[in-house]
């Protein structure tokens, strides 16, 4: 199974991504997690101590790497590079295995204006595409709000995106620009998670919303999670009762949706 998860920043895609990660993990599944966030934090919220993800380098930042496998220096324009390199080899010796979940962390892609068609993006999209593609396991892709990473054919093997959103006009906003985007590129099936919810008016407003077939769950405003964080505690050792049985129900409907399901 395969899944992107995208939303407006600070509506929580990189804790559901690393809760995600750990409940697919800990069913037995084999689980490799991708940042592909530029503002990486995937590491955190899976619960990998600061020591060991300070010595992450992200791929986008593996300069001989990507001269090794595109031909070309990074950051310099104007060259001839591989527009297909070989990138099969790259997941497995560059994650990080933290309890049995492989952590990618690719960096970022540069946007439009700043050299799109550069060593480094086409290095990190044949990347995520090698991924997406022909892994054999459940990959959870962190995503910034947007899809730069993904083109048409990744995006047809994505089994669901995973939007989160909280309560507000532009994390609503944010949500549906990104299902429409990606629509454009082909993915159909999306999932919509509710965070930070604070009451059953909230709840009720997010769900109307979005079709009821999008809702995959809902998850309360609690203290826990923000502490957690300033704490460095890995989230799914200091869940509440209340919070392991929304976390639950959301990993829930992502495990019962069949692969390749498009």
């Not at 995208?6 to 069913?27: C, E, P, Q, R």
């Not at 309890?99 to 550069?118: D, E, F, T, Y």
């Not at 093997?157 to 990606?182: H, N, W, Y």
């Amino acid at each position: 199974m395969k899944f992107a998860v995208s939303g407006k920043g600070g509506t929580g895609k990189t804790t559901v991504s690393g809760i995600l990660a750990h409940y697919f993990n800990n069913d037995g599944y084999q689980v490799l997690a991708v940042d592909a966030d530029p503002d990486a934090n995937l590491a955190s919220a899976i619960g990998i101590p600061t020591e060991q993800a300070a010595c992450i380098v992200p791929i986008s930042r593996q300069r001989r790497l990507i001269e090794e496998k595109t031909g070309a220096k990074p950051r310099q324009f104007g060259q001839l590079f591989k527009l297909n390199p070989a990138v099969s080899d790259i997941a497995d010796q560059y994650c990080l295995d933290f309890q049995g979940i492989k952590l990618l962390v690719m960096g970022g892609i540069q946007k439009g204006g700043s050299g799109c068609a550069c060593p480094e993006n086409v290095h990190l999209k044949s990347l995520l595409a090698e991924i997406i593609l022909n892994r054999n396991e459940v990959v959870i892709v962190d995503m910034e709000a947007g899809i730069e990473h993904l083109g048409r054919a990744t995006s047809r093997e994505i089994d669901k995106m995973i939007i989160t959103v909280e309560p507000g006009s532009r994390s609503i906003f944010t949500a549906k620009t990104i299902m429409k985007l990606a629509k454009d590129i082909g993915i159909e099936s999306f999932g919509v998670v509710g965070n930070k919810i604070l009451d059953e008016k909230q709840k009720s407003w997010i769900s109307s919303q979005f079709p009821q077939d999008q809702i995959l769950g809902m998850v309360s405003y609690n203290e826990i999670i923000r502490e957690a964080d300033l704490t460095q505690q890995p989230l799914i050792e200091v869940l509440d009762e209340k919070l392991k049985k929304e976390f639950k129900e959301i990993y829930q409907a992502c495990r019962s949706i069949p692969p390749n399901s498009q």
